[in-house]
Nanobody, 116 residues
Framework: VQLQAYGGGLVQAGGSLRLSCATSVSIFNFNAMGWFRQAPGDQRELVATITRGNNINYADSVKGRFTISKDNAKRTVYLQMNSLKPEDTGFYYC???????????WGQGTQVTVSS
């Protein structure tokens, strides 16, 4: 299974970015899809998740600013990020959660840098 994230870049505070994650297999193979991020020196943290049943959760720090969505036909998960803040800077990873084990598997990430 391959997860390829793209769409990161450099943006000014208050700006927007849209991340995409393309999977090599159907999204229905997974219990959930998610986005995580990791800033230098920090632990990886969960940003947003969406389950097969479309239940969505966000980290408190991004609620009201970020939106996770998916397109099953395109096997792609998105993260729309608005009103970006410098503290949103980090490496963003796309991940899938196994139906059998419940474990997360991270794919390729993409760098997001928000300048003040």
């Amino acid at each position: 299974v391959q997860l390829q994230a793209y769409g990161g870049g450099l943006v000014q505070a208050g700006g927007s970015l849209r991340l995409s994650c393309a999977t090599s297999v159907s999204i229905f193979n997974f219990n959930a899809m998610g986005w995580f991020r990791q800033a230098p020196g920090d632990q990886r943290e969960l940003v947003a998740t969406i389950t097969r049943g479309n239940n969505i959760n966000y980290a408190d720090s991004v609620k009201g600013r970020f939106t996770i969505s998916k397109d099953n036909a395109k096997r792609t998960v998105y993260l729309q990020m608005n009103s970006l803040k410098p503290e949103d800077t980090g490496f963003y990873y796309c991940a899938s959660r196994s139906i059998s084990s419940g474990n997360w598997r991270w794919g390729q990430g993409t760098q997001v840098t928000v300048s003040s």
